[in-house]
């Protein structure tokens, strides 16, 4: 089993509506969890932290984190033809490790 | 804003050449890491620094060394280039083990 799984896509969604992008991760012991979009030929940019389970919000993009089912997700509400990229989980085990892991990402296609 | 600058976007080397690959960041932090990303296999974690002079190896550092002379600057070094280091290079840095990743530009190493 992979340590952080993410569907790999593409997700296709329609300009406006909410994309929803999933993730599971492996090790119970995870502390930080993160998002990052990546469009194509380019680096990282970080989306959101969140470290604490429930929700979190930041203008259309909110994400939530359930970790007794080791899981966290992004919702990207009013979904715009710009949110076409790769979404990349990236979870980090307890403070005093390196381990940043990374899943493979998911692409987003927002049709206009 | 962290700032973080890979001193080329692009490269093209020869097999066997020693290549050089610059990272500074500015914000006095304390982490730096290099990732390769390629097609299908996510991110994988060359090497990284938590204090200048002090390295670890990450899941993948056979043929690549690093130096980390000042806080600001972390350096990959491939020894003798191969044609399988042909990849997309991404540094990136954090102050501390909990706080996400920020990534420099990236660069585009192709190995002939």
């Known amino acids: 089993q992979k340590e952080v799984e993410q569907n790999s896509g593409p997700l296709s969604v329609p300009e406006g509506a909410i994309a929803s992008l999933n993730c599971t991760y492996s090790?119970?012991?995870?502390?930080?969890f993160f998002w990052y979009r990546q469009y194509s030929g380019k680096s990282p940019e970080l989306i959101m932290s969140?470290?604490?389970?429930g929700d979190k919000e930041d203008g259309r993009f909110t994400a939530q984190l359930n970790k007794a089912s080791q899981y966290v997700s992004l919702l990207i509400r009013d979904s715009q033809p710009s949110d076409s990229a790769t979404y990349l989980c990236?979870?980090?085990?307890?403070?005093?490790?390196?381990?940043?892991?990374f899943g493979t990402g998911t692409r987003l296609k927002v049709l206009a | 804003d962290v700032k973080v600058t890979q001193s080329s976007r692009y490269l093209v080397k020869r097999t066997g050449e020693k290549v050089f690959l610059e990272c500074v960041q500015d914000?006095?932090?304390?982490?730096m890491f290099w990732y390769r990303q390629d097609p299908g296999l996510g991110l994988r974690l060359i090497y990284f620094?938590?204090?200048?002079?002090?390295?670890e190896k990450g899941d993948i550092p056979e043929g690549y060394s690093v130096s980390r002379e000042k806080k600001e600057r972390f350096s990959l070094i491939l020894e003798s280039a191969s044609t399988n280091q042909t990849s997309m290079y991404l540094c990136?840095?954090?102050?501390?083990?909990?706080?996400?990743?920020?990534f420099g530009n990236g660069t585009r190493l192709t190995v002939t």
């Open positions: 990136a840095s954090t102050a501390d083990m909990n706080s996400p990743l920020h």
């Open positions: 090790d119970r012991v995870s502390q930080s």
């Open positions: 969140i470290y604490s389970n």
């Open positions: 990236a979870v980090n085990m307890a403070s005093g490790t390196y381990k940043y892991i």
């Open positions: 914000m006095d932090h304390e982490n």
């Open positions: 620094s938590y204090d200048v002079k002090m390295k």
